[in-house]
């Protein structure tokens, strides 16, 4: 994502060793003397994709949904990730998930064990899923794209491909809940301008030490996010508030639960520790809710 003396330079900037001064951002900064801001706008001027890139990411996206509303009925194809928040990179990949899969129902079980019936109601869901991507797989071959590779036997199976046009990577996988987080980070990020230069730091960070990996145990990107978020609402003064203030609909009674949910003992059935609301508000998926807040957050310099 960005050039090797920006990652030599990441490595060197608790040594104090950088010192440019740069006014840029749009003007929406002005001047910013500390090295850590100095690295921060550099690593992502650098990361930018160019309107080129984006105009093919979108053709691609553009390109699958023609694709599926031809094979499948009943089913959708939407992006998610850094391509959605607004933090995506030249050189990312496209990932998108096939929404409205009328999944198998819960079996109906009188047993006392209960969890076995939610492993038999997680596998028949699983076997939907890796049914719709392996059809998934034979449409993309017919489509002529490259390396289309199935991983079926991963905890979330997806279909991984090269489009043969732009030669962008794309993972596709089944329901992921990814959709609503990436669609209402956007709006988050967009409170202040120095959310994404920070995340393009961290994320080049994360990758120049080997821990942006998942798939080896290391941190995914969403991750990085959220740390990111975390330190921004907790910096004096904060300079984002919290989730549960710009996604929950009623936030001072989600504060109340939250706060008694801390102090609680967890039970022997993790479920029973989730306050209501935040189930509510995973329930809601209210985007319009979230984009109005938080542009009423920026407006009022939060």
Same mark, same amino acid.
């Given at each position: 994502?960005?050039?090797? *003396? =920006? @990652?030599?330079?990441?490595?060197?900037?608790?040594?104090?060793?950088? $010192?440019?001064?740069?006014?840029?951002? +749009?003007? !929406?900064?002005?001047?910013?003397?500390?090295?850590?801001?100095?690295?921060?706008?550099?690593?992502?001027?650098?990361?930018?994709?160019?309107?080129?890139?984006?105009?093919?990411?979108?053709?691609?996206?553009?390109?699958?949904?023609?694709?599926?509303?031809?094979?499948?009925?009943?089913?959708?194809?939407?992006?998610?990730?850094?391509?959605?928040?607004?933090?995506?990179?030249?050189? *990312? =990949? @496209?990932?998108?998930?096939?929404?409205?899969?009328?999944?198998?129902? $819960?079996?109906?079980?009188?047993?006392? +064990?209960? !969890?076995?019936?939610?492993?038999?109601?997680?596998?028949?869901?699983?076997?939907?899923?890796?049914?719709?991507?392996?059809?998934?797989?034979?449409?993309?071959?017919?489509?002529?794209?490259?390396?289309?590779?199935?991983?079926?036997?991963?905890?979330?199976?997806?279909?991984?491909?090269?489009?043969?046009?732009?030669?962008?990577?794309?993972?596709?996988?089944?329901?992921?809940?990814?959709?609503?987080?990436?669609?209402?980070?956007?709006?988050?990020?967009?409170?202040?301008?120095?959310?994404?230069?920070?995340?393009?730091?961290?994320?080049?960070?994360?990758?120049?030490?080997?821990?942006?990996?998942?798939?080896?145990?290391?941190?995914?990107?969403?991750?990085?996010?959220?740390?990111?978020?975390?330190?921004?609402?907790?910096?004096?003064?904060?300079?984002?508030?919290?989730?549960?203030?710009?996604?929950?609909?009623?936030?001072?009674?989600?504060?109340?639960?939250?706060?008694?949910?801390?102090?609680?003992?967890?039970?022997?059935?993790?479920?029973?520790?989730?306050?209501?609301?935040?189930?509510?508000?995973?329930?809601?998926?209210?985007?319009?809710?979230?984009?109005?807040?938080?542009?009423?957050?920026?407006?009022?310099?939060?």
């Amino acid at each position: 994502d960005v050039c090797s *003396s =920006d @990652l030599a330079d990441i490595r060197k900037l608790f040594e104090g060793q950088i $010192s440019t001064v740069v006014q840029d951002l +749009d003007g !929406r900064w002005g001047q910013v003397q500390s090295s850590f801001d100095v690295l921060a706008v550099r690593v992502y001027k650098a990361r930018q994709p160019t309107e080129k890139y984006d105009a093919a990411m979108t053709h691609l996206l553009t390109t699958l949904q023609k694709l599926v509303k031809i094979n499948f009925s009943g089913i959708s194809i939407q992006p998610y990730g850094s391509f959605v928040t607004g933090v995506h990179a030249q050189g *990312s =990949d @496209l990932d998108v998930s096939l929404q409205g899969l009328i999944e198998p129902p $819960s079996p109906q079980s009188e047993e006392k +064990d209960k !969890r076995s019936a939610r492993k038999r109601a997680d596998d028949a869901r699983k076997k939907a899923k890796v049914k719709v991507l392996r059809r998934m797989g034979d449409v993309l071959r017919r489509a002529y794209m490259w390396d289309v590779e199935m991983i079926l036997s991963a905890r979330v199976p997806l279909v991984k491909f090269v489009d043969s046009a732009s030669r962008i990577q794309c993972d596709i996988c089944v329901g992921n809940d990814g959709v609503f987080k990436s669609a209402a980070l956007r709006h988050i990020v967009s409170i202040d301008p120095r959310v994404a230069p920070l995340y393009a730091l961290v994320k080049a960070w994360a990758k120049a030490f080997g821990i942006n990996d998942p798939a080896n145990g290391t941190l995914n990107s969403f991750a990085l996010t959220m740390m990111v978020i975390f330190h921004l609402q907790n910096s004096s003064p904060p300079i984002l508030p919290p989730l549960l203030e710009l996604l929950a609909p009623d936030p001072t009674q989600a504060k109340e639960e939250a706060e008694s949910n801390m102090s609680r003992k967890p039970g022997p059935n993790k479920d029973s520790t989730v306050p209501p609301v935040r189930k509510v508000v995973d329930s809601l998926n209210d985007l319009e809710l979230c984009q109005e807040r938080c542009k009423a957050f920026a407006d009022r310099n939060f």
